[in-house]
């Protein structure tokens, strides 16, 4: 035994390198070579009126800092986070706990229709909503107005622009925040729980004192994957509002492509991934450090 | 709890039921002043008309092709890296481990602007290449091959190089074989946000003869500028429906790939 691992453990250095250089090549060329880029392309002025780049500094950030259209851009984005997410993981959880629940043949069922959007495209689904929130004939306004509640311009609304995009970004992710901790479920002992049923635990009680502290690790990762896609909301953007009106519900990513891909300001744009990639760097270290911690034991 | 699980399935039911309706129903019986369940005639005519306006049988074929293009080269780049980190030895591991942890959570929208930049240089814009080449790495799917990978146990690798089985006929015949339900469970998670890709694709595309479905139907969106409904529901439910349909045959498989894979 001690003979064999001795023996690759010596040849392990080259055959390691040959079988990491398919990733890394591919990492290097659209992972690390684009973010080193970004900061190098920050500092150019690069844009519409000079095609040809030269040196600007930091003129670019200052440029970013003192857009009013940015900071709206990060309040919607921090929004969206602060809002959607939290929503989102209430009713992931609430949903998983009572599909972990004996439901005899309705559980597939009902699973199917929680989990199914995630197997939408966001663009598709940002288009079901579209035809939901249309103020005049849309069903959302329809059931608004049956309740006796004042119809709302959605899509066209200065307030409500913002709120419906959320509402297709949770009904889109809810399914799927669900199967993660249907899975996390999984790691709570039976016995405990009829342990508590015995000494006379009702549902809520059980869940409460015996399965939510089950639940600390699934939902660290829930929270880390829900932030990281709400930084990266483009999609149902894209097609609900382009950002409007009046940039009420335009966001970090979305901003990006307009200031890239609308207005050609690449020295802009590069500015706001280097300050984009920085931000998310940060959050990488912090999660690695959690990960290091062990939180992530399962997954 | 029937009760609370049934409404909140039926709430999540209905969007896309009410665009299953729209999309057979006729011009005139959209605009009724109450909701419609159930159409008067079922207008399927509205899935042919749609073609008419775009080529979406092209836009299958390149989403058929970018989405497998992608799997079939991640499949061996994970494998690979994922076998190294877990059962070789070597100088920088860990560190080497870390810088593939970040693309996994540095996502691509973070560098579009860069990464555009360099296709155009590659003069790769309008191919399907350049949908499928920043995705062929995947410090996730290496994250779970690794993880699957160290599960095996040594006696059955020792027994192995007992025979004189190494290098990659160790890999092939020995290790992947033990690995199958990971690379499955990772395959239907590429193939499902691959699909769904929409902001890379919209980027280094700007022909119908190279587009996938989701930027398909977004350009659909924009010629037809939201006037007719009926059409635009016909193209959203075909641009969802093969993934749903696979969903419904595969319910069980997708779910558990999701449970032990939940990280895209």
């Keep these: 035994m001690a003979h064999s691992r001795a023996s690759w453990r010596g040849q ?5 390198f ?8 591919f990492l290097a060329i659209f992972t690390y070579w684009p973010m080193l880029r970004a900061i190098a392309m920050s500092l150019l002025e690069w844009n519409l009126s000079r095609p040809e780049p030269v040196f600007a500094g930091l003129r670019n950030y200052a440029t970013l800092l003192a857009d009013p259209v940015f900071h709206l851009v990060l309040r919607n984005t921090a929004m969206l986070a602060a809002v959607a997410i939290p929503i989102s993981i209430a009713l992931g959880l609430v949903l998983a706990i009572l599909l972990n629940e004996p439901l005899g043949f309705l559980r597939g069922v009902y699973r199917a229709a929680v989990f199914y959007p995630t197997m939408i495209p966001m663009a598709a689904a940002a288009m079901l909503w579209v035809w939901l929130f249309n103020p005049s004939i849309g069903l959302v306004n329809y059931y608004l107005g049956k309740l006796g509640l004042p119809r709302v311009e959605w899509l066209y609304d200065m307030t409500w622009a913002l709120p419906a995009v959320m509402i297709s970004w949770i009904w889109k992710n809810v399914g799927y925040l669900t199967i993660l901790y249907l899975a996390g479920l999984q790691a709570v002992p039976t016995e405990l729980l009829e342990a508590a049923s015995v000494e006379g635990a009702g549902f809520w009680q059980r869940v409460r004192y015996v399965t939510l502290p089950f639940l600390g ?4 990762f829930v929270v880390v994957v829900s932030l990281i896609n709400s930084f990266q909301v483009f999609d149902a953007v894209h097609i609900m509002t382009q950002g409007g009106p009046a940039d009420r519900s335009n966001v970090l990513v979305y901003f990006l492509y307009q200031q890239a891909f609308r207005f050609w300001d690449i020295g802009v744009a590069s500015a706001l991934t280097a300050f984009f990639v920085a931000g998310l760097l940060v959050f990488v270290v912090f999660v690695v450090g959690q990960m290091e911690r062990g ?3 399962e997954v | 709890m029937h009760l609370a699980l049934g409404s909140a399935s039926l709430i999540m039911l209905v969007p896309y039921l009410w665009a299953l309706t729209a999309s057979v129903k006729s011009r005139a019986e959209i605009f009724t002043p109450t ?4 159409p008067r005639a079922w207008q399927w005519s509205n899935y042919v ?3 008419r306006y775009a080529p979406f049988e092209i836009y299958f074929l390149n989403t058929l092709i970018v989405v497998l293009g ?3 080269v991640q499949l061996i780049t994970i494998t690979l890296a994922g076998f190294a980190f877990a059962r070789l030895q070597f100088r920088y591991r860990e560190a080497l481990f870390y810088l593939f942890l970040i693309q996994m959570m540095l996502p691509i929208h973070a560098v579009i602007v860069p990464n555009y930049l360099t296709i155009k240089s590659l003069g790769l814009l309008n191919t399907q290449l350049a949908m499928m080449l920043p995705f062929w790495a995947s410090g996730y799917g290496t994250f779970l091959m690794r993880q699957a990978f160290r599960q095996i146990p040594a006696e059955l690798e020792e027994a192995a190089l007992l025979d004189g089985c190494t290098g990659l006929r160790l890999l092939w015949s020995i290790m992947i074989p033990q690995v199958r339900p990971v690379l499955l469970a990772f395959s239907l998670i590429s193939v499902v946000t691959h699909w769904n890709d929409f902001l890379w694709p919209l980027i280094v595309t700007d022909t119908p003869r190279v587009r996938t479905l989701t930027i398909g139907l977004a350009m659909f969106v924009q010629q037809e500028s939201g006037a007719d409904w ?3 529901m016909a193209a959203t439910v075909m641009v969802t429906a093969p993934l749903l349909v696979a969903f419904l045959f595969l319910q069980r498989r997708f779910v558990e790939s999701f449970m032990y894979a939940g990280l895209r």
């Design chain 1, 18 to 25: 040959l079988y990491l250089l398919p990733s890394l090549l």
């Design chain 1, 295 to 297: 939180v992530f034991y």
């Design chain 2, 70 to 72: 992608i799997l079939a």
């Design chain 1, 12 to 16: 392990g250095g080259a055959q390691a």
């Design chain 2, 35 to 38: 909701p419609q369940w159930w």
């Design chain 2, 230 to 232: 009926t059409l635009l």
């Design chain 1, 217 to 220: 690790p699934t939902t660290v």
């Design chain 2, 49 to 51: 008309d749609v073609f």
